[in-house]
């Protein structure tokens, strides 16, 4: 039997855990949920407050008993799922399907896995959540219900096989508004007329001291026909300093839509490679644990302390004028984002990517790049923009207005890390 017992998700993160421990303490999986709705029928009763009747998954028996062989009347439990609705779901579950509701039991919690977050949160463990709980359950009645109920329908009345759901549904009909929005629409014809010079292109912007509105092709080779009467001739020019400030640090929505314009990852790829980062099992010299924290968070604050490592970082890798005197603080959008989570970041950033990449794989270390690079970025000094305006008249009777736009870099700031 196990003096301390603690229970996570998966075995990749007992792995990781079990190297900050002593012999006193035993760290196993429950390999996610143990308890779900049943499969052969609703589930819930609608009439009853939509009480759900849970059982025990049939490929998680066995799980369940192996982990009862490990609890005797002393062992000390530790629930050690992740900090959101899910995790704070499996541990709820894990004190039913495990006998444990009637005896103490302590819930820790981590952003990121390393020894000193791992010891921190055995110090200062709490009592499960019951309205992060509530908020899971309620969220997979409400998928148990528009599936169980819907896709049935669909089957009849169009396809076998289709299925209906919470998220799916609505967004399939979002699809299909839009749709009849772009069939409904009457293409207008209108014509664009650009100039080419040797180092940059012209739009016509005005005719005649009028927002240009070329409608046909009629209409465009009078413009060309009065263009080649006579020169271009620059009236203006106006350029104006401006700064381009960093992006917030990643976010899970973030980190999936970079992924996907940067690296060209699916969601599903980006979010199986970023837990891996973050449940670490990496064979890197002098160092052991996760390279980045929770994966599954709406919130862009970064801890006191990696803003304080981000400015050695940045002052040591790019020099002090890239960095701030103050920390740059975001916030969150989103009104119900979780404050006592962190954004996405590395762990540890003078773990340089190059420093791990011969001990991650190709997707782990550009994954660990973007994280890296981003975080950084975040807490750089702005790029200082030239943006130049140049307006040309032309035309026979210098009636068209043609407008160039470009800018230079003159101070990189934070581009030097992140583009």
């Not at 949160?121 to 528009?146: C, Y």
């Not at 002098?286 to 490592?309: F, H, K, N, P």
């Not at 050695?312 to 975001?330: C, D, Q, T």
């Not at 890296?372 to 790029?383: E, G, I, N, V």
Request: net charge positive.
């Amino acid at each position: 039997m196990a003096k301390n017992l603690i229970i996570v998700e998966s075995p990749a993160k007992a792995r990781t855990i079990s190297k900050f421990l002593g012999k006193d303490y035993t760290v196993t999986a429950s390999m996610g949920h143990v308890r779900d709705l049943p499969s052969s029928k609703l589930g819930f009763d609608p009439e009853n407050g939509f009480a759900p009747d849970y059982e025990i998954s049939k490929n998680k028996k066995k799980t369940v008993s192996e982990l009862k062989k490990q609890i005797d009347k002393d062992t000390i439990v530790y629930l050690a799922t992740d900090e959101d609705r899910e995790g704070e779901a499996i541990s709820w579950h894990l004190l039913a399907a495990l006998g444990l509701k009637k005896r103490p039991v302590k819930r820790i919690v981590f952003h990121e896995i390393t020894k000193p977050a791992i010891l921190n949160a055995l110090k200062n463990p709490r009592e499960v959540d019951q309205q992060l709980v509530d908020a899971q359950q309620a969220r997979r009645i409400l998928d148990r219900a528009v599936g169980y109920e819907l896709s049935p329908l669909l089957w009849k009345k169009i396809k076998p096989g289709l299925s209906a759901g919470r998220v799916q549904s609505v967004s399939v009909y979002i699809l299909v508004e839009r749709e009849r929005e772009i069939r409904k629409f009457i293409p207008e014809e209108y014509w664009r007329i650009r100039a080419d010079f040797s180092d940059f292109t012209s739009e016509l912007k005005k005719l005649a001291g009028k927002p240009a509105k070329v409608v046909n092709e009629k209409g465009a080779l009078e413009i060309e026909a009065s263009v080649k009467q006579g020169d271009f001739v620059v009236n203006e020019v106006e350029e104006r300093m401006t700064n381009r400030k960093p992006g917030a640090p990643f976010t899970t929505s973030t980190i999936q839509q970079e992924a996907s314009v940067k690296l060209g990852y699916s969601v599903k790829r980006t979010m199986v490679v970023a837990q891996q980062l973050y449940e670490g099992n990496f064979e890197i010299p002098d160092y052991s644990g996760g390279l980045i924290t929770y994966m599954r968070t709406d919130s862009v604050v970064l801890a006191e302390q990696a803003l304080t490592q981000a400015q050695e970082v940045i002052s040591a890798e790019y020099g002090i004028k890239f960095g701030l005197k103050e920390p740059r603080n975001f916030k969150n959008r989103t009104a119900n984002a979780q404050e006592a989570h962190e954004a996405i970041r590395p762990v540890d950033l003078s773990l340089k990517p190059s420093t791990v990449q011969a001990h991650l794989s190709s997707d782990q270390f550009r994954l660990y790049s973007l994280v890296w690079k981003r975080t950084l970025a975040s807490q750089m000094a702005p790029a200082e923009i030239a943006r130049t305006t140049l307006k040309i008249v032309a035309g026979a009777k210098k009636e068209c207005l043609f407008v160039a736009k470009g800018q230079r870099v003159v101070f990189p700031g934070f581009l030097q890390a992140y583009t």
